[in-house]
């Protein structure tokens, strides 16, 4: 809770000493109770990897430039540690599969070319994590800090506490490009230590160790576990943040990827059609890169990716959810599920809130997502037929997952009593998507080119044919909603 920011360290302390007087014991909570103030917590929080600290470029509170000293956890320290674990914590942290399955992985088809990139021989496959690099906003201690992680390629799904590796973390209002230069820079350094497999004598900057300091003690020895760049991942944001892009999403020209603009009719962003001329723009070549991560072997544009936590939860599903809701809205479906006035849609929206609630509760699912209204789904009127259905974008991205569930649950009931094809090809689209993210939620991963109906892909595959069956269906209304 301290780490979220929902209490403040001193809040943390009084209540660890309240738990300690009703008979609590335990050594963390005893520190805790004594720890009135951050600095006190940070003393007594060891991490049993050497901290690499260094000088960044940050702005001051007050906005000036200035420098100021930053700890750090190295990929190579985790690594290496990690490759001295237990097979079972090696596994359930960088290879599910163990190092065969790093061999596997990078024998890959559309790897090849990056391997060759790169400079990674198959003789060293069995030894070498495919790195995925993060970076993203996130709430803490009442402010906004930005993580640069990364975790491995082929980590299983599961508890990211496991699988996600910070690297730094500092006040998102602090930074500056100059701040991601540096940052770049010191990863970039020590990727090459990852490449070599050989402890450096010296800092990212050429400086050499203090002596008798533990990494002058290990300067030229072999590392255990190598490691190479695989991909780079964010949302949109940390895309145009991270990689300097001159065409992003707040801008007329909106995407890096294609020509596509708000204001050209003949590059009309929303033209979704197969013929829209800025398809035929796509590549990674459509605009400059000024990224600072090309400095780190194998990062190019075409090897960073868009958050699927973004593209699907908090994109596909607010289109989804959105678009199904009206739909049984307008066609009267929900309201007569949920015995509820046909003219009142806030109502019967509220009724398929209570209740959802209580079905997430019952399964151990979080859909705290407040009252769902006629407003939140981008209908503030009924008599906009024409408006296009979005899901309020303020529901975080586990309880917009745990809505879809519940509405797959009741879009199937009602295709049960219902004789009409719309309802079940309806039912089909959110059953599909509902169990293809339950597939990945409980680390399940589709093997190379894996199509089959049971599969994340599969299902995928059912998604876009259901969905493209609803448009195709002669009574569609012509208010195209999820496509």
Not at 105 to 115: A, I, K, V
Not at 246 to 270: G, H, I, Q, T
Not at 469 to 482: D, E, I, K, R, S
Request: proline share 5%.
């Amino acid at each position: 809770m301290i780490g979220q920011g929902s209490i403040s360290v001193a809040r943390g302390s009084e209540l660890a000493k309240a738990f300690m007087q009703d008979g609590a014991t335990g050594v963390a909570l005893k520190q805790l109770a004594h720890s009135g103030r951050q600095r006190d917590v940070y003393r007594w929080l060891q991490v049993p990897l050497p901290v690499y600290t260094a000088e960044v470029p940050l702005a001051s509170s007050e906005g000036e430039d200035g420098t100021a000293l930053i700890s750090m956890i190295l990929p190579s320290d985790v690594l290496c540690h990690l490759a001295s674990c237990s097979d079972e914590t090696f596994e359930r942290s960088i290879a599910q599969g163990g190092r065969a399955a790093m061999k596997a992985f990078w024998e890959l088809p559309f790897l090849r070319g990056h391997n060759q990139q790169i400079g990674l021989a198959s003789s060293q496959f069995e030894n070498t994590c495919p790195m995925v690099f993060h970076e993203d906003a996130v709430p803490a201690l009442g402010d906004t800090a930005t993580i640069w992680s990364w975790s491995s390629a082929i980590a299983p799904f599961g508890n990211p506490w496991d699988t996600r590796h910070a690297l730094a973390v500092l006040p998102t209002a602090r930074i500056t490009d100059a701040t991601r230069d540096a940052i770049v820079e010191i990863i970039a350094w020590d990727m090459r230590t990852l490449e070599q497999l050989v402890w450096p004598g010296q800092n990212h900057k050429g400086e050499f160790w203090q002596p008798k300091s533990k990494r002058a003690a290990r300067a030229g020895l072999q590392l255990q576990m190598g490691g190479r760049f695989c991909f780079w991942k964010g949302d949109m944001e940390a895309h145009w943040k991270s990689h300097r892009a001159v065409r992003y999403y707040r801008c007329n020209n909106l995407c890096e990827w294609c020509m596509a603009s708000k204001k050209s009719p003949e590059f009309d962003f929303a033209s979704t059609t197969l013929a829209a001329l800025w398809r035929e723009t796509c590549g990674p070549d459509s605009s400059p890169d000024h990224s600072p991560w090309r400095a780190v072997r194998g990062c190019v544009k075409s090897n960073r990716l868009i958050d699927s936590l973004h593209v699907y939860h908090l994109g596909v599903l607010q289109d989804l959810i959105a678009s199904c809701l009206v739909d049984t809205l307008e066609r009267g479906e929900l309201q007569q599920y949920f015995n509820c006035d046909a003219f009142d849609w806030d109502a019967t929206l509220l009724q398929f809130t209570v209740c959802g609630k209580k079905w997430a509760l019952e399964r151990n699912l979080d859909m705290h997502v407040g009252k769902i209204t006629l407003t939140r789904l981008g209908r503030s009127e009924r008599s906009e037929i024409h408006m296009y259905p979005q899901l309020d974008t303020r529901i975080k991205a586990a309880r917009c997952k745990a809505v879809l569930h519940y509405l797959a649950a009741v879009t199937h009931e009602l295709a049960n009593n219902s004789a009409s094809e719309w309802a079940k090809v309806r039912a089909l689209a959110c059953w599909a998507f509902s169990t293809c993210l339950q597939l990945w939620s409980s680390a399940c991963r589709d093997p190379p080119c894996c199509r089959s109906p049971t599969s994340p892909c599969g299902l995928g595959d059912l998604l876009l044919r259901a969905t493209s069956g609803l448009q195709n269906m002669p009574f569609w209304t012509g208010a195209v909603y999820f496509a």
